[in-house]
Nanobody
């Protein structure tokens, strides 16, 4: 059974950067779509970014477009989220999500990591 483990979260000042990583055990990312979602304090979980299983096509939420970059590292079997120009409203628990195709990302019956906390201070 595949397991996802996120890392790289922490506390950063507004305008700073963080790089989140999602590592998979039991399955490679190569043949799966991968997404990042986040849950701000007191709010519902929301989409951040996703990358397709082939050709690494990427899609971003409008709120992070131009600041965040999702990428694959197939050699390390990880998917990364580079977050630049962070804002206090980016504060959330960030989750990695794995699914066979892009359209299934975000579904409860797909594979999720345990989350990593990102806190951006003003």
């Amino acid at each position: 059974q595949v397991q996802l483990v996120e890392s790289g979260g922490g506390l950063v000042q507004a305008g700073g950067s963080l790089r989140l990583s999602c590592a998979a055990s039991g399955r490679t990312f190569n043949n799966n779509a991968v997404g990042w979602f986040r849950q701000p304090p007191g709010k519902e979980r929301e989409f951040v970014a996703k990358i397709s299983r082939f050709y690494s096509n990427t899609i971003y939420a409008e709120s992070v477009k131009g600041r965040f970059t999702i990428s694959r590292d197939n050699a390390k079997n990880t998917v990364n989220l580079q977050m630049n120009s962070l804002k206090p409203e980016d504060t959330a628990i960030y989750y990695c999500n794995l699914a066979p195709v892009l359209g299934q990302l975000g579904s409860h019956d797909t594979t999720w990591g345990q989350g990593t906390q990102v806190t951006v201070s003003s």
